[in-house]
Nanobody, 118 residues
Framework: QVHLVESGGGLVQAGGSLRLSCAAS????????MGWFRQAAGKEREFVAA????????YYRDSVKGRFTVSGDNAKNTMSLQMNSLKPEDTAVYYC???????????WGQGTQVTVSS
């Protein structure tokens, strides 16, 4: 059974930084992509960033480019999201996901809350 576990969420002031981590277990993800999504209260879940293990490509939504960096260790099935210059609009529950393509995900974590105060 596949498990994805996020950690690193919390409360931070605007302009601050947080680092989220995701640990995956239960299968080999060497040919997969892993990504981060977020869902703010009352809004739909949205894509944040992803890394494709097959070619090392990274992908970001426009609003986080230059502020967030996704990275990971394929051999250890771990992924991180370094979030800098955080804004109140980044407040959301952040989810880790894994799937065969950066636009297709089969497995999801339970989420970790990120709150950015103004």
């Amino acid at each position: 059974q596949v498990h994805l576990v996020e950690s690193g969420g919390g409360l931070v002031q605007a302009g601050g930084s947080l680092r989220l981590s995701c640990a995956a277990s239960g299968r080999t993800f060497s040919s997969y992509a892993m990504g981060w999504f977020r869902q703010a209260a009352g809004k739909e879940r949205e894509f944040v960033a992803a890394v494709s293990w097959s070619d090392g490509q990274t992908y970001y939504r426009d609003s986080v480019k230059g502020r967030f960096t996704v990275s990971g260790d394929n051999a250890k099935n771990t992924m991180s999201l370094q979030m800098n210059s955080l804004k109140p609009e980044d407040t959301a529950v952040y989810y880790c996901a894994a799937g065969p393509h950066y636009q297709q995900y089969y497995y999801w974590g339970q989420g970790t809350q990120v709150t950015v105060s103004s």
